[in-house]
């Protein structure tokens, strides 16, 4: 149980195109999901919280307009990374709660961006 | 702000060299510490969440434990399966469920 899926596994876009990520829980309902980004040799970095049926809550930095998140059911967020640029590069991971109020997040397998 | 410190980096052992990870953390109201393991190119794979001072739990080769400060995972009798980047995460009463992680340290087993 808590298997979280992530589509794609990697993809490669050029500068100024959007990139949409999706996360799915697949055998539970998730309230909450979250996004991360990790850089090679570096720890996670939380960008954003997302709640179903409600706006993102967005780190400090993280710029709102840039990377959009949907969270439409209680099972399916979305990131979208608008008008990529190279630095935007990096790998993207989610996760998400069994319910809300549940402490452990069960993590998805990362989707690895590459703008050229 | 939590912060979450791991060290080792890295550590190389032996197949059957037992050995510990250090998680040094500063939270006001932990909630709770989580142990992940990481594998190249993966997302995080739960381990353990400890939440009291004392607290131990166990999984195969790896044993957890946590005092008010820090964190130790201990790894007994390790297996070149086991080599992975192990992370610490905190989680505070104050911070909406959010994970604030450390750096990770990255172990390596050769057979």
């Known amino acids: 149980g808590a298997v979280v899926s992530q589509h794609p596994s990697w993809v490669i876009c050029k500068s100024g195109t959007s990139v949409k990520i999706e996360c799915r829980s697949l055998?539970?309902?998730?309230?909450?999901m979250f996004w991360y980004r990790q850089f090679p040799k570096q720890s996670l970095m939380l960008m954003a919280t997302?709640?179903?049926?409600?706006?993102?809550?967005?780190e400090q930095g993280v710029e709102k307009d840039k990377f959009l998140i949907n969270h439409a059911s209680l099972t399916l967020s979305t990131l979208t990374v608008t008008s990529a640029h190279p630095e935007d590069s990096s790998f993207y991971i989610c996760?998400?709660?069994?319910?809300?109020?549940?402490?452990?997040?069960?993590f998805g397998p990362g989707t690895r961006l590459t703008v050229l | 702000e939590d912060q979450v410190t791991q060290s080792p980096e890295a550590l190389r052992l032996q197949e059957g060299e037992s050995s510990s990870l250090n998680c040094s953390y500063t939270?006001?109201?932990?909630?709770?510490l989580f142990w992940y393991r990481q594998d190249p190119g993966k997302g995080p794979e739960f381990l353990f969440t400890?939440?009291?001072a004392g607290e131990e739990k166990e999984k195969e080769r790896l044993k957890a434990t946590l005092t008010k400060k820090e964190s130790f995972l201990h790894i007994t009798a390790p297996k070149p399966e086991d080599s992975a980047t192990y992370l610490c995460?905190?989680?505070?009463?104050?911070?909406?469920?959010?994970?604030?992680f450390g750096a990770g340290t990255t172990v390596t087993v050769r057979a």
């Open positions: 996760s998400a709660s069994l319910w809300e109020g549940t402490d452990t997040q069960y």
């Open positions: 055998d539970f309902q998730a309230t909450t």
């Open positions: 997302s709640n179903e049926g409600s706006k993102a809550t967005y």
């Open positions: 939270v006001s109201g932990l909630r709770g």
């Open positions: 400890l939440y009291s």
């Open positions: 995460a905190v989680q505070a009463y104050s911070n909406d469920y959010k994970l604030s």
